[in-house]
């Protein structure tokens, strides 16, 4: 006989997993048709709660959920751990969700999460479409921080980079080296990260006096390669291509490399190249990327320490902001123009 879950009941229920939670803990958020809804679902497949489950109602799970738009990605791999080590060391479990960058994965994993009664939760947003989870862990009372990346209004605890400052110093770079015609591969606008990195880059221009030219400011996902390759080729492919590049991340800027590589255009000869993020295999890389070095292993470690002060009614209502800058880091993917 196979067991009834909790998103079976909410599949039937048309609601979402967190909203069964809710009605099976006697939660007075819920209207009275909905909970007549799920509790028709329960009765329907047989339905039983886990007893842990029902036991954290009145007890913390010691267990803490940490969702990233991808795990792929070393930049948020290094988050990850950062916040392990820190949730360990104070006795707490971790679950891992990974969105890979898509809001309807990221609302059912976080719905799951609740379900499981996570004692907060650690979040790097998909995109500014994230805010309406952020309300939902609002009324349910569970702690949340943001990590690397914010949503327009939100006014509590965040660890960031700071975007705007390392753009600006990866493209001051290009231009002290002579380049003139500096396209960006950037993620979508809704993502706050891209959009600081957008105006630090212009901002730049600007300062050296470069008319901003908006076709050369392409969109790609980092977790497409495809997406990025095309990007890439959009760009190399202009009757008057860009001497440079200024990629919004390590994928990209790999993404970028490999694609020009198999154009068999060579790095910095043909095409120079600067990125966000160093990544560890860097020495393995031919030329190494010149980079704006984040302290992502940080970025979890604080983060991690904010939502536990939180958990324990440390901090006080008002959220506090982590600005941590980057640092320039200079190698052979960029050189003058020929």
């Known amino acids: 006989m196979v067991t009834a879950t ?55 799970s010691k267990t803490v959920a940490v969702v990233v738009p ?33 809001l309807d994965r990221e609302r059912a994993n976080i719905d799951d999460m609740l379900a499981s009664r996570v004692d907060g939760m650690l979040l790097a947003a998909a995109a500014d479409g994230s805010g309406s989870k952020l309300k939902a862990l609002g009324r349910d009372d ?43 591969i950037t993620e979508p606008a809704d993502v706050s ?42 760009l190399l492919d202009r009757p008057v291509p860009p001497t440079a590049v200024f990629a919004v991340n390590n994928l990209v800027a790999l993404g970028v490399a490999d694609t020009a590589q198999a154009r068999g255009l060579e790095l910095p000869r043909d095409l120079s190249l600067v990125c966000f993020d160093d990544i560890a295999y860097a020495p393995q890389l031919n030329p190494f990327f010149t980079a704006i070095a984040q302290p992502a292993e940080t970025f979890g470690t604080i983060a991690m320490q904010l939502l536990l002060d939180r958990i324990s009614g440390l901090l006080d209502d008002a959220g506090r902001i982590v600005v941590l800058p980057g640092e320039l880091v200079v190698r052979a993917s960029a050189s003058a123009p020929r």
């Open 6 to 60: 909790i998103r079976d009941v909410a599949r039937l229920a048309g609601v979402s997993a967190m909203t069964v939670s809710r009605v099976l803990n006697a939660s007075p958020h819920v209207a009275d048709a909905t909970r007549r809804r799920v509790e028709a679902a329960v009765a329907e497949l047989g339905y039983v709660p886990n007893g842990l489950a029902r036991g954290l109602t009145r007890r913390r």
């Open 70 to 102: 991808d795990i792929a990605n070393p930049f948020f791999t290094l988050i990850v751990r950062g916040a392990e080590e820190v949730a360990w060391r104070a006795g707490y479990h971790v679950l891992l969700s990974n969105s890979r960058g898509d």
């Open 142 to 184: 569970v702690p949340f921080v943001l990590v690397d990346r914010t949503i327009p209004g939100y006014r509590g605890d965040l660890v960031k980079g700071d975007g705007v400052e390392g753009a600006r110093q990866l493209v001051e770079h290009l231009t002290a080296l002579g380049h003139r015609r500096i396209a960006m």
């Open 193 to 234: 990260t891209s959009r600081e990195r957008q105006t630090g880059y212009r901002e730049a221009l600007e300062a050296a006096g470069i008319p901003f030219d908006p076709s050369l400011v392409v969109e790609a996902s980092a977790i497409d390669a495809a997406s990025v390759r095309a990007a890439a080729n959009g």
